[in-house]
């Protein structure tokens, strides 16, 4: 089962990118796939407009059979073992991802992910009840994913 991130235009604050680069090299020995998406930027448009057209952009980069999972302030709080629970039932053939080809988890842009991608996904993740600032979101993120799949992999990253 692959797992595939799907992020929002570069990293900001640059100084995040070195971390970012550092959980991307790490989660690519699992199949894990990092993308950045070309975000839109904030116009005078209405802010629907632009989430609409960031919308389009994500859904063009899922496939059918995808198991979507949007990353959302007022999502399901996860714990590391849930995603290494669902990642271990995938691999098996089982759970929520029973018949799917791989996990997409998205991150919105500055606007947040607009209704649609949150309807849409087989799951909402909450990676804080804070909102957090795009490029602190994508570390936090990579490095759940990566500590998630150190304890699928039985890795002593993870300390118990």
Request: net charge positive.
């Amino acid at each position: 089962m692959k797992i595939c991130v799907l992020l929002p235009g570069r990293i900001k604050p640059k100084a995040l990118a070195a971390a970012q680069e550092e959980y991307a090299k790490r989660l690519k020995g699992f199949c894990v796939e990092v993308l950045e998406y070309k975000d839109e930027k904030i116009s005078s448009r209405a802010s629907e407009q632009t989430k609409q057209a960031e919308v389009k952009r994500i859904f063009k980069l899922l496939k059918e059979g995808d198991y979507l999972v949007a990353c959302d302030e007022r999502g399901q709080k996860i714990q590391t073992l849930e995603v290494a629970e669902l990642v271990k039932a995938s691999r098996q053939g089982g759970g929520p991802m029973a018949g799917k080809r791989r996990m997409v988890v998205v991150i919105g842009g500055a606007l947040g992910l607009a209704g649609s991608v949150r309807e849409r996904a087989d799951a909402v993740w909450s990676l804080s009840s804070l909102v957090l600032a795009g490029g602190v979101a994508r570390i936090v993120l990579l490095e759940a994913l990566y500590r998630a799949m150190t304890v699928v992999e039985g890795h002593p990253y993870h300390n118990e």
